[in-house]
């Protein structure tokens, strides 16, 4: 991803280690924040105690970027370094003065919130679908569609299982049994050791798209795509 250059008087760098905490749910945010190294996940504590992922973001993705224009400007979750990190913080001021001054900067800035929103619009159509076995299904249709291939990589079924907000064995039994009722076949690269490397999951070309449409449970969906 792009990250764009800034003049060295109108930020602050600061860098953290794995697992220290960025911001705590409920700061003020006073600044926007731009990953220049690492990944940083953000969460929130249901009502149940469960832990839920809001977000996880790496390099040159921000966050605070919606939040410091809010009257409400308080972080709705817990900011949390994954892997040591580098991130520039930038206050509201010179924010703006970057809109304003810096045509590179302005692109970069509303490029990047027009896919956010899409991202976030895309996941809340995921966790609308009712059982874990529609979400699933529904997340892979998705992002074939997305990257116009007919397999998408799975990389860590945790990470996925954090997007999707179900537990990890869950996803995994679901998996097998789309598998076994041949409704989606998995690839494996194995890496030296034996264990999965990459993991590319991909529906049965066998299988009809009336049938598919019916398993993902589009809910009126269907005729817009027809």
Known sequence: MFIPSFPLDLFKEKKYIKGEIIKNEGDLCTSIGIILQGIISIVSITPDNKEFVINKL????????NL???DNNHYPGTIICDQNCSIVFINKTNFISLLQNDLN???YYLNYISNSFVSIQNRLK????????DKFLFYLKSEMQKTIKNFVIIKS??????YLNISR???SRIIKQLI????TGKYKKFSQGGKAKIAAMFVNKQISEEKL?????LRGNSENEN
């Open 58 to 65: 790496s390099i040159g993705e921000m966050f605070g970027e």
């Open 68 to 70: 410091i224009f809010l």
């Open 105 to 107: 900067f302005a692109n």
């Open 126 to 133: 995921v966790l609308s679908q009712s059982t874990i076995k």
């Open 157 to 162: 079924q945790t990470n996925l299982a954090q």
């Open 169 to 171: 064995p869950s996803l």
């Open 180 to 183: 076994k009722d041949k409704i």
């Open 213 to 217: 449409n019916l398993e993902y449970q």
